[in-house]
């Protein structure tokens, strides 16, 4: 989308990105969307998509994808005052407790996705280090202490967006520009604003705010994450640049890893964050390379990298140009590609003057019996995936790096939202991976572990997702069971399907039919009706499955000109029937006043 290099290796790539982002204009997929929900037109197929025009440059660093240690799991949210680092991936606390929030909530509401919270954290940062431009910060409620904006769109250099929004959220009432943690046009804000942090408030200086409304703009279109090719066009539709996409897919791969990129301690500044009502995007000088954290900055400026500004040690992009293992070009992928083995770097003889060993695992155990588990939609699993981590004498390994990913039909993800974690080994050489929510249908839902870097058997954890049996099926709003022919009824009709006890009743799939008033009988012809696919009223239809809550919104119900007493009849998957009454009256109409006619006046007599 938009942003702004920060590090030495950027500017290296700046000359190739202008290209690039001129060059895929005609390429360039992206949508202004008309709703809010996944079934709302595709981001990616409409090329006067503002969110993906030129608006800025983006910050195209690579991440450092040699493990800084044992993988674990991410620290717990800040309090938004120090908002540190996390030990395991780089990204402040308050950040991280976003993307992952974020994440949980459109596995919740747009299950299809399957969005990943490491592929937002990716967009935070090659956008905005995670909202932690020229120094902003967070409050406790995730707000930037200052506004990041980008720059004016005027055409001048960047795209010409002329104002969308008075300068409400970017304080321009000429041009608009980008907003917030995540870069947001104010128009595209206008139809993928969310409120992440339930405060009723839709900001997009909040990061909670921020990633949920990335979110929703990536999902767009019922794009799926899990397809490569739907996550190529989400990412274009933020940016149609094919280096940003590399960009991007490398940091959501390095979070997956659970490896810890090296981001410099202080952030650079914005490109062309020009201030409100300056008419030219100020030219950003040349940044400085990263520190390394532990090391003292050099006085005089670093030679740039010759690695093609990758940010990856052994070409420059260090102070010294060392790498963490000789030899291996800072890849750390020695020989091996990418094992814990060395290659021809990590032996005796290097600059270091010390053997690597080789990671001791061996054998990965599954803990426990091997019995399916079971639950039902959108509840959590009771049993948890425990391994064990074994060297070739059957001692356990401690600090083996242990990657758990939720996968099967049924959809599913752990508590955070996020469907893949590293889990380190303990002394006694086990992981347990955090509990799995189950998805929003029903079906098989598998968790796999695997030792990072070992060509180990993989060990496999099975589970099925069941419906609870519905009990009732109520009307959320009767208000909405009158219309008047050659019209449709209120919005869109919602019921509630219930089990036993009362508890929502989520994944129930649901067949509604609209009845003459004997409850079976479908008019052949006349009367209410739903628009099929070819746009052809239908009478019958399969409306869906029921959502977290419980709750079926059925397609708009339209009426034509037949007025009457109509039945709509509602049956789940497990036989569950219930009917309600529909009207189709015509709207009553007040007749004007008339004026009486005065008797006739009486004959005369004869």
């Known amino acids: 989308m938009k942003i702004l290099p920060t590090r030495a290796a950027s500017v290296s790539r700046q ?16 949508v202004s969307p008309a709703h809010n929900t996944a079934d709302s037109d595709d981001p990616a197929k409409d090329p006067k998509n503002p969110q993906g025009l030129p608006h800025g440059t983006p910050n195209l660093t690579l991440p450092d994808l040699r493990p800084k240690g044992p993988g674990g799991l991410p620290g717990a949210r800040g309090d938004g005052k120090n908002d540190a680092k996390d030990a395991t991936t780089g990204i402040p606390a308050t950040a991280l407790d976003a993307y992952r929030k974020a994440a949980q909530r459109a596995a919740a509401d747009l299950p299809g996705c399957h969005m990943p919270w490491e592929l937002i954290a990716g967009i935070g940062n090659v956008e905005t280090h995670h909202g932690t431009y020229q120094g902003t910060r967070m409050t406790s409620d995730g707000t930037t202490d200052k506004p990041i904006l980008g720059p004016q769109l005027n055409g ?18 000429a041009y608009d520009k980008a907003v917030g943690p995540t870069q947001f046009l104010p128009s595209t804000w206008a139809l993928y604003g969310a409120d992440g942090n339930g405060d009723g408030k839709k900001d997009p200086n909040n990061i909670y705010d921020a990633a949920l409304g990335t979110a929703k703009y990536l999902c767009a279109g019922g794009k799926d994450m899990n397809s490569a090719a739907d996550l190529d066009k989400a990412i274009l539709s933020y940016n149609p640049s094919r280096e940003y996409v590399n960009a991007v897919t490398s940091w959501m791969r390095a979070y997956k890893e659970g490896n810890v990129p090296s981001l410099p301690d202080r952030p650079g500044k914005p490109s062309g964050n020009t201030p409100a009502g300056s008419g030219t995007p100020a030219v950003p000088p040349v940044p400085s390379a990263p520190q390394t954290p532990g090391t003292s900055p050099k006085p005089s400026k670093p030679a740039p990298p010759a690695n093609g500004g990758n940010n990856k040690p052994g070409g420059g992009s260090k102070p010294g140009g060392g790498t963490d293992k000789p030899g291996d070009s800072g890849t750390h992928k020695p020989g091996g590609g990418g094992t814990d083995k060395p290659g021809g770097g990590g032996k005796p003889g290097g600059d270091t003057g010390k053997p690597v060993p080789p990671a001791p695992a061996s ?9 399916a588990w079971e639950t039902y939609a959108g509840e959590t699993f009771k049993e948890q995936a425990r391994v064990l981590v074994k060297d070739k004498s059957g001692k356990p390994v401690a600090d083996a790096r242990v990657r758990f990913e939720v996968g099967g039909e ?44 070992r060509d180990i058997p993989a060990v496999e954890f099975a589970g099925t997702v069941k419906v609870r049996a519905a009990k009732q099926i109520v009307v959320v709003d009767s208000s909405k069971l009158k219309a008047e022919p050659n019209s449709a009824f209120p919005d869109r009709i919602q019921f509630k399907v219930l089990g036993e006890g009362g508890k929502d009743v989520i994944g129930a799939e649901v067949t509604v039919s609209v009845t003459k008033t004997d409850k079976e009988t479908v008019p052949e012809e006349g009367g209410p009706y739903f628009k099929g696919t070819d746009g052809k009223p239908v009478r019958i239809v399969k409306a869906g499955t029921t959502d977290k809550d419980g709750v079926l919104t059925l397609p708009k119900l339209l009426t034509d000109d037949k007025a009457g007493a109509y039945m709509l009849r509602l049956e789940t998957a497990d036989g569950k029937v219930e009917t309600v009454h529909l009207t189709v009256v015509a709207a009553q109409t007040t007749m004007p006043p008339t004026t009486p006619t005065p008797p006739a006046p009486p004959k005369p007599a004869a």
């Open 15 to 30: 000359g190739l990105c202008t290209a690039l982002l001129v060059a895929s204009l005609t390429a360039a997929v992206g």
């Open 156 to 173: 001048n250099g960047f795209a010409l967006i002329k104002d969308t929004d008075r300068g409400a959220l970017d304080g321009d009432t």
């Open 363 to 371: 054998r990965l155990e599954r803990i426990g019996d091997d019995r």
């Open 410 to 453: 049924a959809g599913g993800a752990f508590a955070d939202g996020s469907t893949t974690i590293t889990v380190p080994t303990a002394k006694d050489g086990t992981a347990t991976a955090p509990r799995v929510v189950a998805g929003l249908k029903s079906g098989k839902v598998t968790l796999t572990a695997k030792v990072v870097g």
